[in-house]
DNA sequence: AATTAAATAGACTAGTTAGTTTGTTGCAAG
DNA sequence: CTTGCAACAAACTAACTAGTCTATTTAATT
């Protein structure tokens, strides 16, 4: 049963280390060379835990990705009271890590599908599915934020939805070459003028 | 003379079907041959014309982008009153031409950004030149807007600057893979409920 | 028609990549 | 201790790529 643990540690390194190393260079300019030397592995060891390098990467977006995305921008959630406070946290703390050059999961989510739309219909399918989690999860929380009276309930919650995850993928891609942390605080400062015309007045 | 008017043609029609390929498929993913092969010509026409790859890719930008973002984006505000309602209608326009799965500019440039982000500080460089004359023309209709009395003196123009330009590139980059149609349809509303924030009410 | 240079063709080089194959090591069970 | 297999090493293959080089075609000029 050792075997198997030290099997699991592996793989959980090798797609750990390549993440890091595809998100910062892009899939298709990553080799597989280039992974391994970070590893200090071998051809051989990389075929025998992944059939491929695409199954490699779907792996990735399967257990590490899809978890994250769960934690960072669904989880917070749970049994909170207003959606739009909760919103304001979760963009503001995404943009955090990304200040600080990190590795933030919308941003990730979208990189990677600019890099794979149109190439690779699998991954493709992958990754909308992840987004559509992020989605579905927004425009539950802005239902529940009617019924509990902190959201105006004549907004689009479909709309709104979009309109956020839009936005901060937006904002999110200037900030790779612009001035992060201004960046940073314009967009909140903004969304925050947004959120006044969806939330009720009290 | 006839052969310079020649080679301008040539020229010319090498980048614009360029362009459409690298749009299509990515810079790094698109090999000269890629191109040649849609042009039907030969290594010997590619290498007579340009240095090199990036060269060429360099040349699309300043020829072919350059003067779209100025057409799209900037040339609508001249001699206009209300800023709000022409970005209203840019926007609109450019989700349009998006819709119907045309090479729009304002997603050509954030494509490009994320593609040679970290790997190509000539080309970082020229793609944060254009997006910058797409802020500043922003910036200063917004400012424009504040003197003629259309827009809230007390809103900040830069952050509204970035907030439109983030949520236009997030909201083009999620038309690639959802609903085109009802994207555009839901953004639109949505803008107009932020543009109601900075608008003065008359 | 002959000349000349621009424009193009396409074989070739050197380097890279995903994936294969064959061989080696380490460790657990018999 | 030795057998057997999991886990890895690394040379190798085949396909592809940017760029070079030499030969050829095209078209304007004399």
Same mark, same amino acid.
């Given at each position: 049963?050792?075997?198997n643990l030290?099997?699991?540690?592996?793989?959980q +390194?090798?797609? @750990?280390?390549?993440? /890091?190393? *595809?998100?910062? =260079?892009?899939?298709?300019?990553?080799?597989?060379?280039?992974?391994? !030397?970070? %590893? &200090?592995? &071998?051809k051989?060891? $990389?075929?025998?835990? $992944?059939?491929s390098?695409?199954? $490699? *990467?779907?792996?990735?977006?399967?257990?590490?990705? *899809?978890? !994250?995305?769960? @934690?960072?921008?669904?989880?917070?959630?749970?049994g909170? #009271?207003?959606? /739009?406070?909760?919103?304001?946290?979760?963009?503001?703390?995404?943009?955090?890590?990304? #200040?600080?050059?990190?590795?933030?999961?919308?941003?990730?989510? @979208?990189? $990677?599908?600019?890099?794979f &739309?149109?190439? =690779? #219909?699998?991954?493709?399918k %992958? %990754?909308? #599915?992840?987004?559509?989690?992020w989605?579905?999860?927004?425009?539950t =929380?802005?239902?529940?934020?009617?019924?509990?009276?902190?959201i105006? +309930?004549?907004v689009?919650?479909?709309?709104?939805?979009? *309109?956020?995850?839009? &936005?901060?993928?937006?904002?999110?891609? %200037?900030?790779?070459?612009?001035?992060?942390?201004?960046?940073?605080?314009?967009?909140?400062?903004?969304? +925050? @003028?947004?959120?006044?015309?969806?939330?009720?007045?009290r």
């Amino acid at each position: 049963m050792e075997k198997n643990l030290k099997r699991m540690a592996t793989m959980q +390194r090798m797609q @750990s280390v390549g993440l /890091a190393i *595809f998100y910062k =260079n892009g899939y298709y300019d990553t080799s597989v060379d280039d992974v391994l !030397k970070e %590893l &200090s592995l &071998s051809k051989g060891a $990389f075929y025998y835990h $992944f059939k491929s390098k695409e199954e $490699f *990467f779907i792996s990735i977006l399967q257990n590490i990705i *899809f978890q !994250k995305v769960y @934690s960072e921008l669904i989880a917070p959630f749970e049994g909170q #009271e207003n959606p /739009a406070v909760i919103l304001d946290k979760c963009l503001d703390n995404a943009l955090e890590t990304a #200040e600080h050059n990190q590795l933030d999961n919308g941003f990730v989510l @979208s990189n $990677f599908m600019t890099e794979f &739309s149109g190439k =690779n #219909e699998t991954v493709v399918k %992958l %990754l909308k #599915e992840i987004f559509k989690v992020w989605e579905v999860n927004l425009i539950t =929380n802005l239902q529940k934020g009617k019924t509990d009276g902190y959201i105006d +309930r004549h907004v689009d919650s479909d709309a709104v939805a979009s *309109f956020l995850m839009s &936005s901060y993928m937006g904002v999110r891609l %200037l900030m790779v070459e612009g001035n992060p942390k201004l960046l940073r605080y314009k967009y909140i400062q903004q969304l +925050r @003028s947004y959120f006044k015309t969806i939330t009720v007045k009290r």
